[in-house]
C-alpha cells in the first residue's frame, strides 16, 4: 500500500513538474511571439511615417494643389493639398514673429509655378467701394509684451502692371513715451482689442483699422482704382518692434469694402499619409509662400549693384 502512495506521488510530482516546465515554455514562446509582434509594428510605422514625410518633400517645391499619389520602399502614400485662408475676410498668421522679422499678408493668388496671377479661377482682392475699404491689423496677448507695428502695402500703381511697384506704410504704438520719439500713431484703445479672429476664434490685446485709401483720419492713401481692380494690392508686409526675442502672434481681417473684399491663399496646408501593412502615419504642414528677406523693405537697389539703405 504504502509503495502504491509513493509510487502515485512521485507521478504526481513529475506530473507538475512537466505542468511548470510547459508553463514556462508557453510563456517564453508567447512572449518572443508578443515581441515579434512589437517589432514589427514598430517597423511598419517606421516605415509608414518615413513614406509620409517624403510625401511632403515631394510636394514642396511644386505649387500645385494636386497630391500626386505614388509607392516608395513598398509604402503607399496619399494626400491631399489646400489653400489656407483663401477667399476668406479673417486670417491668423501660423507664426510669431520676433523683432525684426516680418510676415506677408496675400491680397493676389500664386499660379503652379509659384508667380503672382490674377487669371481665371484664382482668388484676388478687389473692392467694390474704395471709400469704405479697410484693413484692421490685431497683435498681442493679454498679459505679454506690448510690441508696436508697422504694416506696409505693396501695390501696382497700374494694376497688373509689376514694373511700378509702391508702398503704402502705417506704424502704430500704444505707448505714449516710445510714440513721442518714433513719430507712431496711436492703437485704438477706446475699441479693445480683437475678439474671435478667424476659423480659429482667436483674441488680440491690440488693434488698428486703417482705411485703404484717403478717405478717413486712419489712412494708407492708396489711389481707388488700385483698391477696386484684382491685380491692384498685392501684399502686405507686417513687422514688429521692441519685442525683442519676444514672438508676437497677429492677425489681419478686411472688415468692409464689399465686392471681391478677400484674402487670396497665404499658404498650402499639405496632408500627407503612408500605410504600410496596418501601420498609417500622417504628417501635415503649413507650406508659406516665399517672400523676401526683411532688409528689402529698406533698401534701394541699383542696377549696378549697389545697395543703400
Known sequence: MKRKQVSGQAILLVVLTLAVVL????????????????TSVEEESVRAFSAAEAGIERHLTDYSYTFSPFTINDVEVTGNITPKYE?????????KLKEGE????????????????????????????????NLRLCWGETGGIDA?????????FTPGNYSDIRVARYAVDSSAG???????????????GCTSVGSEGIGYRRRVTIDLDDSGSERFNIPDNVIRSPNGLLFARIRFFYNGSVGVPFGVTL???????????????????????????????????????????????????????
Not at 477667399?87 to 507664426?95: D, L, R, W
Not at 516710445?178 to 479693445?192: E, H, M, S, V
Request: proline share 4%.
Open 23 to 38: 508553463t514556462l515554455i508557453l510563456s517564453v514562446v508567447s512572449r518572443s511571439i508578443t515581441d515579434v509582434k512589437v
Open 87 to 95: 477667399n476668406q475676410s479673417e486670417m491668423n498668421y501660423p507664426e
Open 102 to 133: 516680418v510676415a506677408t499678408v496675400w491680397f493676389v493668388d500664386h499660379d503652379d509655378n509659384g508667380n503672382l496671377t490674377c487669371g481665371a479661377g484664382s482668388t484676388c482682392y478687389a473692392a467694390s467701394n474704395a471709400n469704405n475699404a
Open 148 to 156: 508696436a507695428a508697422e504694416i506696409s502695402i505693396y501695390y501696382a
Open 178 to 192: 516710445r510714440r513721442a520719439i518714433n513719430n507712431f500713431k496711436p492703437n485704438q484703445r477706446g475699441l479693445g
Open 255 to 309: 472688415p468692409s469694402g464689399g465686392g471681391n473684399n478677400v484674402f487670396a491663399s497665404q499658404a498650402r496646408l499639405i496632408q500627407s499619409s503612408g500605410k504600410f501593412g496596418e501601420a498609417e502615419r500622417k504628417v501635415e504642414i503649413t507650406a508659406l509662400y516665399p517672400d523676401l528677406p526683411p532688409i528689402f523693405d529698406y533698401s534701394l537697389f541699383a542696377l549696378g549693384g549697389g545697395v543703400s539703405q
